[in-house]
């Protein structure tokens, strides 16, 4: 069996291949060719679908409950305030800088080196299931969700995503809707009591204003929040419709269905979500995953950001090397220590939850 010092330095090899290779959402066949070719590495037999990869363990039995262990290599693609070139992989002080260094690589590797580490164990109490994924950053069709009818029913996940291997047990829905506020177009000159512009006005103070009564504890409120409105393009006409889109942060007390019927029944305008599936999720603090990383002197708390979790209808924890302010910033960059640490770590709190 490898130790953790081969691990961390194979996936610390894996990590500057896959930055120096281009792999935007919907464009990683790339990076899922380099993922191919480290299974075949570790003679591990994997399935893929567009530019999904996926293993089974060794042992796999059908009458055990599964464990998904996930993470995704597409990227964002780099910012204009970049120094470095974000596909040139290289190591300063410590840091391994490029483009999904941090978001998701070192995930990624480190929970594919944790795979490795108990791929051929025997009698373990789950089945376990990695999936590297496409199409995270866009939320694409052709990403995790794609793959789960492939399946077995999962138990419970760990998503890698830079959480300072501190433990996300909540993450908020993300619910982004178009609204078309309708009116009388007319000449500017005469007098309109109907403008849709003006219409728009006490929308946009509901959505300002409006309180979901339900708190999460980890998450807090329901946040809503106005992005963009557009109408009009004459000086001289009062256009007939004001279009607005409102981004909606759903903590773990509603689903976005709740939300998007209680915005309908105040707002006196149509309104369209762009997507229903991206719904908050969380894991009870009871759950043994959670204890077994609370055991390690790993903290809990709840993450404003989305990720794959939002597909997934089974518990599910947040964990991961890196940190999530370094996400989509200019100069990407992870510790190689928080690589080593996030294998440590995956491999410890698995471990000890296997053993429960």
Partial sequence: ?????????EAISLLEALIETPSFSSEEDQTALLIENWFN????????????????????????????LNSH????????????????????????????????????????????????????????????????????????????????????????????????????GLLVLDVKVKGTPSHAAHQNDDSAIYKTLPIIEWFKTYAFDKIS???????????????????????????????????DCYNNTEILETVRAHVNAEVNPRSMHLNASSIPEAHGLVQAGIALGRTTYGSPTLSDQS??????????????????????????????EGIDLYIKILGDFLKQ
């Fill in 73 to 172: 290599h597409d990227t964002v693609r780099p910012n204009q305030a970049y120094t470095n070139d974000p596909f040139n992989a290289f190591v300063k002080d410590g840091k391994l800088y490029g483009l999904g260094s941090n978001d998701a690589g070192g995930c990624l590797v480190s929970l594919l080196s944790t795979f490795v580490h108990f791929y051929e164990k025997e009698n373990l109490p789950y089945n376990l299931v990695m999936v590297a994924s496409a199409e995270e950053e866009s939320s694409g069709k052709n990403g995790l969700n794609s793959v789960l009818k492939h399946l077995p029913e999962l138990s419970c996940a760990i998503v890698g995503e830079p959480t300072l291997m501190q433990l996300a047990i909540a993450e908020k």
């Fill in 1 to 9: 069996m490898k130790n953790i010092e081969i691990l961390t330095q």
């Fill in 311 to 340: 597909v997934l209808s089974c518990q599910s924890l947040k964990l991961g090397p890196g940190d999530t302010l370094r996400s989509h910033s200019a100069d990407e960059f992870i510790y190689l220590n928080e690589i080593e």
């Fill in 41 to 68: 590495q570790n003679d591990i037999p994997f399935k893929r679908e567009n530019n999904n990869v996926w293993a089974f363990n060794k042992h796999f039995e059908e009458t055990k409950p599964t464990l998904l």
């Fill in 217 to 251: 504890e980890q998450l807090g409120p329901v946040k809503m929040t106005v992005t963009q409105i557009n109408a009009g393009k004459q000086h001289n006409v009062v256009p007939s419709d004001c279009d607005l889109v409102v981004d909606i942060r759903v903590n």
